[in-house]
Structure formats: C-alpha cells, structure tokens
C-alpha cells in the first residue's frame, strides 16, 4: 500500500521549453502532496506544499512563476518547469501524504530526472 | 525554526555487524514526529522507521531501531545484522504536529556496507 508514482522518470529538452511531471498517489487519497528538488549528494529541498483545490505554498526563494503547481485531485499532482533551462536541470521528487496519515507520514514517489539543454 | 543535523556524512559498517547513525535537532515544541528514510542508490525514498515525541519507547523495525532522547534531542538509528542491500543514504527528518505537514530533513548520511 501508499504507492506513489511518477512520470516520466526521465526527461531531455530543449532550453526554453516548458516540461510537465506527473505525480500521482495509485493506491490512497491524498489530502498534501510535495515537491521536492535534489542535487547530487545533497539533501531534498522543499519547493512547494500543495493541497487539493487550493494553490500551492511554495518555500522562500522558489520561483512560482517558473515551477507551477497543480493540485487538481486528491490523486493527482503536477509540476510543470515553465521555460527551463540548464540550471533548473535536477531531481524532482514528489511525496503524498495521505489523510489522516499515522504521524502525518509521506510516502516518496521514485523521482523525476530533468535535463535541460 | 526547527532544525535537523546529521554530522556523520559517511559511515562503514561490515557485513553483519551493527551500526548507529546519529541524528540532532532543534525545536521547542513538545510534540512532533521523527522519521529516517533510506535512499538507495535508485533515489527512491523509502520509510524505514517512525517515531512519535509522545512515546517513550523506541520505535523497532525488524533489524532497524532507533534511539529516541527526547531531553537531548536526539534520534539515533541503529541497524543490526547489517546487510550489503542496507548501503544506501539515511535522512532523517522532523514533522511538527501542526502547521503544514511539511519535513525538515537533515543533510544526509551515506552508508557503505563491506562485504
């Protein structure tokens, strides 16, 4: 149970063009869900917090307007990299949080790796 | 603000022996959660073990336990019988009970395990 999943898990594209992740919670409804970035041997970064039906809050320092957050159901979340370029190339890693979550755990979905070039 | 520290960046462990991974953080809250994922080499996140601030007794999975201080604040992980499927990054991370659900994770520790 508490699968999470992501697509694509790996995408190339051109400098300027706009890319879209999908995360999706397969077997639960989830109430938050969060986007996380990660550079090599580095920890997870926070970008933004989204629930469903409202707009998503996104830590200090990261571009609303570049990454765009979209909470549409209680399964699905996206995030869409709008003009990219090679500097937003990363890790990208979604996590649900079920409602009513034992100790409020998040479950990971197995990453999105963004190269912009 | 709350914060989480991980001063071990990396450890060794031989096969079948026993580890401890140390964890530190910073709140003046009184409840929260403390949490260690595993992040092996494929990058996914996996829970390995939850502990609650309200518990006194340290939370167990299997091979996996922690050591909860909560005066000293601090969450250590200890893995026994080590295994060589057991090399991986170890984060741990902090929820409050309020707020935004959202985790404070510290920097990480990688664990090598030698055959």
């Known amino acids: 149970g508490a699968v999470v999943s992501q697509h694509p898990s790996w995408v190339i594209c051109k400098s300027g063009t706009s890319v879209k992740i999908e995360c999706r919670s397969l077997?639960?409804?989830?109430?938050?869900m969060f986007w996380y970035r990660q550079f090599p041997k580095q920890s997870l970064m926070l970008m933004a917090t989204s629930n469903e039906g409202s707009k998503a809050t996104y830590e200090q320092g990261v571009e609303k307007d570049k990454f765009l957050i979209n909470h549409a159901s209680l399964t699905l979340s996206t995030l869409t990299v709008t003009s990219a370029h090679p500097e937003d190339s990363s890790f990208y890693i979604c996590?649900?949080?079920?409602?009513?979550?034992?100790?409020?755990?998040?479950?990971f979905g197995p990453g999105t790796r963004l190269l912009v070039l | 603000a709350q914060t989480v520290t991980q001063s071990q960046p990396e450890m060794s462990v031989q096969e079948a022996e026993t580890v401890t991974l140390s964890c530190t953080y910073d709140?003046?809250?009184?409840?929260?959660?403390l949490f260690w994922y595993k992040q092996p080499p494929s990058r996914q996140m996996i829970l390995v073990i939850r502990q609650e601030a309200y518990k006194q007794q340290n939370a167990t999975e299997n091979r996996f336990s922690v050591n909860f201080q909560k005066a000293a604040k601090s969450f250590s992980l200890k893995i026994s019988d080590s295994q060589l499927g057991d090399a991986a990054m170890y984060f741990c991370a902090y929820r409050s009970t309020s707020g935004t659900y959202k985790y404070i994770f510290g920097t990480g520790t990688r664990l090598k395990v030698l055959a």
């Open positions: 709140t003046s809250e009184s409840d929260y959660y």
């Open positions: 077997d639960f409804q989830a109430t938050t």
């Open positions: 996590s649900a949080r079920p409602g009513g979550a034992v100790g409020g755990t998040q479950y």
